[in-house]
């Protein structure tokens, strides 16, 4: 029950790769919440961290909130290239997807263009120290001749012969990639391979001069057989000078060389391109000696991920790695019988749905000639290979065709009898073309990425022990691909480029902030709750075959002793599990149980079925329990996992109590006080914003976007939410101006006063995306508060995790980095506002600071204004008493963003299975079946 079982007491596991670890999973279990992080988001993400790419590519302004408003070309060369063999196997993807994004271009925004550019530090770092603590960081320092000039040439390859319907083919990256290297082998005097670097599409980058013009090139066919020719056009774009870097990390100019950091990107990653597979957005050895069997056809890979950044001491290569599962290579009948429990080829029928769930969209190579083509599974075929045949042409008559049979075809054309032949062939590649292969002559094609959340219990065991490594020895495995031959670091193509890489680890001092005081003791033993609703009316359902006698006495004990008054229930009731399926029998049930006016109702949950393919009441029944009782009904809901409370620690019980009485209303923690440079100001609203997006195989279901708010001064822990459908994968907030305005307007109805600030955190948005904060959101915030007379200071900070930075303690020290460690020297941007804080102690794996940027700032806040403020938020979470790795207001804002996704999911599963005409693919669209029931609107529903 992973999904909705992230429980909150604070000791957060840190360090798992792939996932966007927000702040960890506690050690109390079973409560809900949102989704796990470290599992997977759900499309954003499915959330892996961020691979390669380039970091701080942003244009920078003056501190404080103010707007800022030929090629030539060598003499033609024509070669005739000799065929070599094409084999298209897939190639790693050498350049990961945010450098794909990026223009080539040196312009910037003119200073009168009127274009809001993020804000330059306003002071030389942060002071404030409890005590220094001396720092190891995973940044290499990356040395350049400022000198040299990089050649950008534009690479255009075109087949000879159009496709059969005449449109131009779009070539695979694989035969892109075999091309250039056959242009540079065959001529590699005039084109030096060693001293180029490729991007896999249109680019390449040259230390020295190449023949421009047109070339032909001649690739045959794996049997060596049919030749096919291709004109190459390679023409000059420009000169990179690499001192252009220089001056931009000493500040002399504002706009950063995107053109120059692309390509030094390009370079660094020629070396593991051509040694190692690029999958999932790192680069992972070939050798099988470094996976890890994960068993049901899944293997565990460790990855080298990087990026390159310009900080205060230079440019570095910023390194780690990630632990990501892949379907393992073998035959496709080995695979459905090791991933399906149970699966018997003699008996297929009887698994006909689980196996064209598990193969459709894979991409498989066959066996039965000599070809090393990856072919897509468009699905089954409805016959059975005994039955399937097709029309072949007549050989002595070319205008009639006759049937022939599929066994006779391939044992005639191939020398190959068929063992399986009661069970149906995969339909390969596009489905207007027939293809039919029997599975016995299919292997599974190898690094292709299996979703995280489609992992089983013991499966996610494994993977976080892999991922979930101690600081030293993460520090050693780093240390390890730093000086790796076949890494980005090592070879002879950067050495060509006069690039070399320090192999030692960033030292610095990092600063222990002071905790803030709390009102709440941190021990839940003894600690009380600072306020609460006495709970007098309320109920307990059980769904599955038993209930728990002793569940309802023990957390009405443990809210006691928290000071939350908790009455024994009005309520206790068992129904079947199945009944959680049955969205009308469920609404019913609970229309009934409103008309009692209950306060809360806590829902025992049965536990997920140990086998993955077992039907699955858990998640489906939760998403419907939710999507009812919220949007439908009106009713608050607790749920919790049935194995958690069949004999309910004293930790878990604490936990629920806390998540009760957060959205009943109460106050489980705060400050003794906001910081004076707060307090002087008047009103504050700290506002969360993130969007959830669908997982990457769904190409139709929108994103959702939430917006939380604070809704109390000076206290500011609770909170209420909007959510909003929109476009797909779109993640600019479309629209942020009404969803923030709401939000004010119910803080004024509720304080009889207006906000005076606004800091907005703004979750889930790259570097490359700050543009768009900035210039679109932002905009359309301040649009919408215009309109309203409205016109309160804005603050606004990107908040980041999915980021490759760590820290580690530097000598003999053991552990992770102290609570309180902030970083905003040497390893951050030399010209933006941005700083790295730890704010929990990870107890599990290496702790992970999150990295803010301060884009806008109209309150004139210091470094060490707002990470006091920023540390002290993070002791203010609802779900527990210790701090946690990001401000609420972005924990919050993903949560009420999956929220979103919980009411879709369930309403599609609805629609999916109603008559036709009440199925709609636009419905999910529509804002008002994300809008809660106005009993809930302002409260805290989504923790």
């Known amino acids: 029950m992973e999904r909705y079982s992230a429980a909150a007491s604070g000791r957060g596991r840190d360090g798992q790769d792939g996932g966007r670890g927000r702040r960890g999973r506690g050690r109390g279990g079973g409560l809900e919440g949102g989704p796990a992080r470290g599992a997977g988001r759900g499309g954003r993400g499915v959330r892996g961290g961020r691979g390669g790419g380039v970091g701080g590519i942003v244009d920078w302004g003056p501190a404080g909130g103010r707007f800022r408003g030929s090629t030539s070309s060598a003499p033609s060369v024509q070669t005739r290239i000799e065929p070599q063999n094409i084999s298209t196997e897939e190639l790693p993807e050498p350049i990961v997807p945010a450098m794909q994004s990026l223009a080539i271009s040196t312009s910037s925004a003119p200073e009168d263009s009127g274009k809001r550019v993020p804000i330059k530090r306003p002071d030389n770092g942060g002071k404030n120290c409890d005590r220094p603590v001396p720092l190891r960081v995973n940044h290499f320092l990356v040395r350049y001749d400022p000198e040299r000039i990089i050649r950008h040439y534009d690479v255009n390859v075109k087949p000879d012969l159009r496709s059969e319907d005449g449109r131009a083919v779009k070539l695979p990256k694989t035969v892109l990639s075999m091309i250039r290297n056959k242009l540079f082998s065959d001529d590699p005097d005039n084109f030096p391979l060693l001293k180029s670097a490729y991007d896999g599409e249109k680019n390449i980058f040259s230390a020295e001069p190449l023949p421009t013009g047109t070339f032909k090139v001649g690739l045959s066919n794996e049997e060596g057989i049919k030749i096919r020719y291709f004109t190459v056009e390679v023409q000059l774009v420009n000169e990179l000078k690499c001192s252009k870097l220089g001056d931009y990390i000493r500040g002399e100019i504002l706009s950063i060389p995107r053109d120059v950091l692309q390509a030094l990107d390009v370079i660094m990653k020629e070396n593991p391109t051509r040694n190692m597979i690029f999958a999932s957005r790192s680069f992972h050895p070939i050798e099988p000696d470094t996976q890890v069997d994960l068993h049901r056809g899944i293997i565990a890979s460790r990855g080298i991920k990087h990026s390159l950044k310009p900080t205060f001491q230079g440019l570095a290569l910023c390194m780690d790695y990630s632990v990501v599962p892949f379907r393992k290579q073998m035959p496709v009948i080995d695979y459905l019988q090791e991933h399906i429990p149970g699966f018997n080829p003699n008996n297929f029928r009887r698994f006909k749905k689980q196996v064209k769930e598990a193969l459709e969209g894979l991409n498989v190579t066959v066996t039965h000639r000599t070809t090393n083509q990856k072919y897509k599974i468009a699905g089954l ?43 149906p062939c995969l339909a390969l590649g596009k489905s207007n073309r027939k293809n039919y292969v029997p599975m016995e002559f299919c292997i599974i094609a190898g690094w292709q990425r299996y979703a995280k959340e489609l992992l089983d219990v013991n499966q996610l065991g494994e993977l976080r022990k892999i991922s979930l490594v101690a600081p030293k020895d993460r520090q050693r495995t780093i240390r390890d691909m730093v000086e790796n031959r076949v890494g980005p670091c090592s070879g002879d193509i950067i050495q060509n480029f006069g690039i070399s890489v320090d192999v030692e680890m960033t030292t610095l001092i990092g600063r222990v902030i002071k905790p803030p005081e709390l009102k709440l003791d941190t021990n839940l033993r003894r600690s009380l709750v600072i306020t609460s609703e006495p709970i007098r009316e309320w109920g307990i359902l059980f769904f599955g075959e038993y209930s728990l006698e002793n569940f309802a006495p023990e957390l009405i004990s443990r809210s006691q002793r928290m000071n939350i008054r908790m009455d024994q229930p009005r309520l206790n009731e068992l129904h079947p599990r199945k009944l959680l399926l049955d969205v009308q029998k469920l609404e019913e049930l609970l229309e009934r149980i409103k008309s009692a006016r209950l306060q809360i109702l806590v829902c025992v949950l049965p536990k997920e079925p140990k086998e993955p393919k077992e039907p699955k009441e858990g998640p489906a029944g939760y998403n419907n329990l939710k999507w009812i009782s919220e949007k439908k009904v009106g009713i608050l809901t607790q749920c919790c996992l049935a194995k958690n409370c069949s004999r309910p620690k004293d930790q878990f019980l604490a936990n629920l109590a806390l998540n009760i009485n957060a959205k009943l209303g109460g106050s489980n923690v705060e400050l003794i006080k906001q910081p004076n440079f707060l307090q002087i100001k008047g009103h504050f609203m700290f506002v969360g914003a993130d969007v959830n997006h669908p997982r990457s195989y769904n190409t139709t279901s929108p994103s959702i976007a939430a917006v939380v708010g604070t809704m109390n001064w000076p206290a500011a822990n609770k909170y209420s939410a909007r959510i909003c459908p929109q476009d797909h994968r779109t993640e600019k907030i479309l629209k942020f101006g009404s969803m923030c305005m709401e939000l004010v307007n119910t803080y004024t109805s509720l304080n009889q006063a207006m906000p005076k600030n606004i800091i907005l955190f703004r979750d889930g948005v ?53 609570p309180g460690t902030v970083v905003d020297t040497k390893i951050t941007h030399p010209c933006g506002f941005d700083f790295y804080i730890c704010s929990h102690y990870g107890s599990i794996g290496t702790s992970k600071p999150a990295h803010y940027h301060v884009l806008w700032d109209e309150n004139g806040f210091t470094s060490d204004e707002l990470q006091e403020l920023i540390h002290g938020m993070c002791f203010t979470c609802a779900q527990c008493t210790k ?60 923790i």
């Not at 016959?383 to 050989?395: L, W």
């Not at 070319?398 to 054309?413: C, D, E, I």
């Not at 109603?914 to 529903?941: G, I, R, V, W």
Request: aromatic residues 10%; hydrophobic residues 30%.
């Open 766 to 818: 790259s570097d490359g995306q700050f543009d768009m904060v900035l210039n679109e959101e932002l905009t359309d915030l301040k649009m919408t508060f215009q309109a309203s007379n409205y016109s309160p200071r804005i603050t606004v900070v990107v908040a980041q995790k999915r980021h490759t930075t760590r820290m580690f303690l530097d000598g003999n020290q053991d552990g992770n980095v102290p």
């Open 883 to 942: 701090s946690v790795s990001l401000v609420p207001p972005v924990l919050y804002a993903d949560r009420a963003a999956y929220r979103g996704r919980v009411y879709h999911d369930a309403m599609e599963a609805y629609q999916s299975s109603a008559p036709p005409p009440s199925t709609s693919s636009t419905p999910s669209f529509d804002e008002q079946l994300y809008k809660l029931h106005p009993d809930l609107e302002n409260s805290m529903f989504f």
């Open 381 to 423: 075929t409805d016959q059975n290979t005994r039955d399937i045949s097709f029309d072949v042409e007549n050989p002595s008559d070319q205008n009639s065709q006759g049937k022939v049979n599929l066994v006779s075809y391939f044992r005639k054309k191939y020398n190959k009898d068929i063992i399986h032949m009661d069970i």
